[in-house]
Structures are given as structure tokens and as C-alpha cells.
């Protein structure tokens, strides 16, 4: 089956510092790979998603970027603010929509 | 609000006990997933149903057992659980196609401690 792998398990930058967390995959089935935040006591969300035609996408102070020869993928934040501080998880998934997880990154914005 | 709707938010059981989680949407889903959340793990599928057929179970104890009546509710019966299986439990439901991955939308989750 996949396996995801994320790093790091937790980061803590400044305010308006950039945050890139990484992941990799297994299986190159994999098509779909969702970026999901969960704040403290909240149910997980998605913030971005990046499909397997595409290389990189962006939206607003986020971006995603894919590497499908190399099966890995990455979140960027760009000019971090204290209400990015959340848990992020990355997923990959095959058709069918069997989402495997990450372990999650624990991102921290020091004002 | 995702419009995944989970009962009980938090729920303490003795390991003899049986109880049962809720997942509701409304949101024309076909697609429903038991999730498992633990301190320092990721999030661990447990079960998927598409329409309302079981298609994924992963290797999941048999004290936990699923039960998809309509593509709108889902539950997990819970019996002699294990205090390691103290977790989050999250719901989650997608337009299932085929065709394209589509995302995901949780529900709030029940916080279960086994004592």
C-alpha cells in the first residue's frame, strides 16, 4: 500500500518568515495529494490541493509543488502569520479516494 | 460548518462497556470514512464505504465494527475496547468519482477515552 512520510514534525518560525513542509510518497499510482490544516480542538480542512497533471500551484501565501519522479511533495507559507500556527497534514491518494496521512507537522508562528 | 455532523463529541467507556459513533452529512456524499487520530500518529484510515458497501478495511480489531445503513449515516459500534484505543475519531465523506480524487470534509470528531 502507500506510505506518506512528512518532516519535519514540527516547525516554528518567525512572523513573515516563510515555512515549507515535505512530504513523500510510495506508490506512483498516487494522483491526487490534498494539503489538510487542523487547528487546535477543529476537524481538519483543506487549504490546497495539487493534482498529478501539475506541477506547482499557488494560492495566495500558500503554494504546493510536486515532483512526481521523485514522488514528493511540498507546502510552502510564505510570510507567516500567528493564525497559520495549526497542525498540517499532507495526503496522497489513489483513484478510488483511499486518502493516506502524513504524521503531521505542528507549525508554530512566534509573533 | 463542512456539513459533517458527528455525535458524540467526547465519550468516556469502561472497557466492558458498548457504545456506538455517529456520522451524519447531508451533503449528497457517497463516500464515508472511520478515521482513527492518536498523539503522534497520522491520521489512520480505518474504514471506507462507497455506497453504502464496505471497500476498505484496514486490518482494523474486530471490536470495532462499522455499519453503513445510507449513504447519509455511518457508525462505529464500539465493544471491549482497549484503553490504547483512546483517540480522535473522525468522520469524513466525499462526492466520490471515479474518475478524479476529490477532497474530503471532516466532522468534528468524538474524542473517546477508554478507562
Known amino acids: 500500500g502507500e506510505n506518506v512520510e512528512q518532516h519535519p514534525s514540527t516547525l516554528s518560525v518567525q512572523e513573515g518568515d516563510s515555512a515549507v513542509i515535505k512530504c513523500t510518497y510510495s506508490d506512483s499510482a498516487s494522483n491526487y495529494f490534498p494539503w489538510y490544516k487542523q487547528e487546535l480542538g477543529k476537524r481538519p480542512q483543506l487549504i490546497i490541493d495539487?493534482?498529478?497533471?501539475?506541477g506547482e500551484k499557488k494560492d495566495q501565501r500558500i503554494a504546493v509543488t510536486l515532483n512526481k519522479t521523485a514522488k514528493h511533495f511540498s507546502l510552502h507559507i510564505t510570510e507567516t502569520q500567528p493564525e497559520d500556527s495549526a497542525v498540517y497534514f499532507c495526503a496522497a491518494s489513489i483513484v478510488g479516494n483511499q486518502f493516506y496521512f502524513g504524521t503531521g507537522t505542528s507549525l508554530t508562528v512566534i509573533p | 460548518e463542512t456539513g459533517v455532523t458527528q455525535t458524540p463529541r467526547h465519550l468516556v467507556m469502561g472497557m466492558t462497556n458498548k457504545k456506538s459513533l455517529k456520522c451524519e452529512q447531508h451533503?449528497?456524499?457517497?463516500?464515508m470514512y472511520w478515521y482513527k487520530q492518536s498523539a503522534k500518529k497520522p491520521l489512520e484510515l480505518m474504514f471506507v464505504?462507497?455506497?453504502?458497501?464496505?471497500?476498505e478495511n484496514n486490518s482494523v480489531p474486530s471490536r470495532f465494527s462499522p455499519e453503513c445503513p445510507n449513504s447519509s449515516h455511518l457508525f462505529l459500534h464500539l465493544h471491549t475496547l482497549q484503553p490504547e484505543d483512546s483517540a480522535l475519531y473522525l468522520c469524513a465523506s466525499s462526492p466520490e468519482q471515479r474518475d478524479r480524487n476529490t477532497e474530503a470534509f471532516f466532522g468534528q470528531g468524538t474524542r473517546l477515552t477508554v478507562v
Open positions: 464505504y462507497s455506497l453504502e458497501e464496505r471497500v
Open positions: 495539487i493534482r498529478s497533471n501539475v
Open positions: 451533503l449528497g456524499h457517497n463516500a
